[in-house]
């Protein structure tokens, strides 16, 4: 819900989406879970493109290795590795960073611990090398929600959901809420 509300109405990019950036939190008896720490996070709407080398190697997308122009599906692809350690506790790739680019790159991604298809299949569509195949923000809440039994077709962010973006961004990129 918090990358569907980055990039499709705020047009936001926050380009080091890792387990370490988010925090998990009771309100009133109610586990949630916020995305924090938004230093390396920028305007960017209507899929316009990035050049800067930024985030936290593990969980960059392959488009950033190569030094290419990048989307918000950079940080689709940080939620698929994200997933992916959550489900099998381990990352995808190699943290060595002499293998991890030509891991990211070029190796097959071990879907063995997956014991679920619908979360494999997700997994897999969040990890797809080819940022214009891999999924939306929105496309990955309507699969999740599928995921759980709920019509995709029903899926919205509660109304609840109304974070204080100021307070997530950088001092130099604020943002007014509505």
Known sequence: QALHYL???MGIVHRDIKPEN???????GRNKIKLIDFGFATYAKNLEFMTEQIGTPNYSAPEIFEDKP???KVDIWSAGIVLYNMINGMQPFSSNEKT??????HREIDYSGFSNNSLKELCQNLLERD??????AFQALN??????????NQQTIPSSFNPDINKMMPNNNTIQNE
């Open 7 to 9: 990039h499709d109405e």
């Open 22 to 28: 988010f925090l998990m939190y009771n309100d009133k």
């Open 70 to 72: 990048y989307t918000n």
């Open 100 to 105: 991890l680019m030509d891991q990211v790159l």
């Open 131 to 136: 940022s214009n195949k891999r999924l939306t």
């Open 143 to 152: 699969s999740l929600s599928l995921i759980k039994g709920s019509d995709a």
